[in-house]
């Protein structure tokens, strides 16, 4: 069955330092993709990234970095030198192939707290 | 600006009151969705639509019913609301439906109280 676990609740840490939040899914398809949503405190929420299950490549966006390893099942999301504006629930997310095309999967979420 | 919109923003409600949210995206997204998030349990899936005339089911649809009469709108009706309802409320849309590569994008969210 399809899962996504988030299994840091929350975590707390100080502006500069660098911090990673884990996700791991389960998946029975070999197509699948995996997202990033960001939700700040004003509570909408914002598309970080999309990652096919084809691409295992590390990619980069500024200070935000995700690193995909298909043999742990795993999407975890990095974000160097942290700042009180990255404080906020992340969201990890699967889509499938087949005949769960029509949802996303959601991890239920981690908080960041980042303090000045 | 392109955005999907809900409203209302905030809704207090009774128990039994039927209500209705709006959600209308102004992409020409085929597929609309309803999503609702709880503590602890992240987002789920209420309802989606493939296109006009097409809903279905997701993971959570009792007590929920929502119709797709024309593209660019998708409400979410609660003919009875009970507490247990009580949530925050999310619309999303993305280009097409049962391609999962497709990025959905949200609307900013309903917050309903049910007493």
């Known amino acids: 069955a399809q899962k996504v676990t988030q299994a840091q609740t929350e975590i707390s840490v100080v502006e500069k330092e660098d911090v990673t939040l884990d996700c791991v899914y389960e998946t029975r398809d070999t197509t699948y993709y995996l997202f990033w949503y960001k939700q700040p405190p004003s509570g909408e929420l914002v598309f970080l990234i999309r990652r096919n299950s084809f691409d295992e490549q590390n990619e980069i966006s500024g200070r935000y970095s995700w690193n995909f390893q298909k043999s742990t099942s795993s999407f975890n999301f990095t974000i160097t030198a942290s700042q009180v504006v990255d404080s906020a629930v992340y969201f990890c997310?699967?889509?499938?192939?087949?005949?769960?095309?029509?949802?996303?999967?959601f991890g239920t979420g981690t908080r960041l707290q980042v303090f000045p | 600006e392109a955005q999907v919109t809900q409203n209302p923003r905030y809704l207090i409600t009774v128990t039994g009151k039927k209500l209705t949210v709006t959600c209308s995206q102004n992409m020409n997204h085929e597929y609309m969705s309803w999503y609702r998030q709880d503590p602890g349990l992240g987002l789920r899936q209420i309802y989606y639509?493939?296109?006009?005339?097409?809903?279905d089911k997701g993971d959570v649809p009792e007590g929920y019913k929502v119709s797709r009469k024309e593209k660019r709108n998708f409400p979410l009706i609660l003919e009875s609301p009970s507490p247990n309802q009580t949530s925050l409320y999310f619309c999303?849309?993305?280009?097409?439906?049962?391609?999962?590569?497709?990025?959905?994008?949200f609307g900013p969210g309903t917050r309903l109280l049910v007493l």
């Open positions: 639509s493939m296109n006009v005339e097409v809903t």
């Open positions: 997310a699967l889509s499938e192939g087949g005949d769960n095309t029509d949802k996303l999967i």
């Open positions: 999303a849309s993305s280009l097409w439906g049962g391609v999962p590569q497709e990025t959905q994008y």
